[in-house]
């Protein structure tokens, strides 16, 4: 999905559900595998994603949706946006870009069917993720 008549940001930025045990994982996870620090974090519920929503026109957009603003002005949701950010991972993950091939709309169903499920089977938090000094960097304020 292309955004129009958008700043694009300095670096990749990756909204997540901060009150998903789920989400703030895979925050984690992603901090840990991306040594060139190249994507920035912003929780949807934070204030600083609340302007983000609300610069960008994405209040449509709900906190089950994982969402990559792009450093071209893209916004990249779902499957879409997983398979962009494993992309750039260390190790051995860039090569999971290659489910790129089966059909969106499967790759969406799979992304909605955990979605949906996603507090029964991770639990929700009651705060959002508070970041540790050593990552706080990572996060937008």
């Known amino acids: 999905m292309r955004l129009t008549s958008l700043e694009p940001p300095e670096y990749p930025v990756i909204m997540f559900d901060g009150m998903c045990n789920l989400c703030t994982g895979?925050?984690?996870?992603i901090i840990k595998r991306d040594s060139a620090a190249k994507f920035r974090f912003a929780a949807m519920q934070s204030e600083t994603g609340m302007k983000l929503i609300r610069k960008h026109g994405l209040a449509h957009l709900s906190t089950s949706t994982l969402c990559l603003l792009t450093e071209s002005g893209s916004l990249l949701?779902?499957?879409?946006?997983v398979l962009a950010i494993v992309r750039y991972l260390d190790g051995f993950w860039p090569m999971f870009y290659v489910a790129r091939v089966i059909p969106r709309p499967?790759?969406?169903?799979g992304y909605a069917q955990v979605a949906r499920r996603r507090y029964k089977l991770f639990g929700r938090r009651?705060?959002?993720?508070?970041?540790?000094p050593e990552i706080n960097r990572r996060f937008l304020e």
């Open 126 to 132: 009651d705060t959002c993720l508070l970041p540790t």
């Open 77 to 81: 949701t779902q499957s879409d946006a």
């Open 106 to 109: 499967l790759r969406n169903w």
């Open 26 to 29: 895979a925050v984690r996870f």
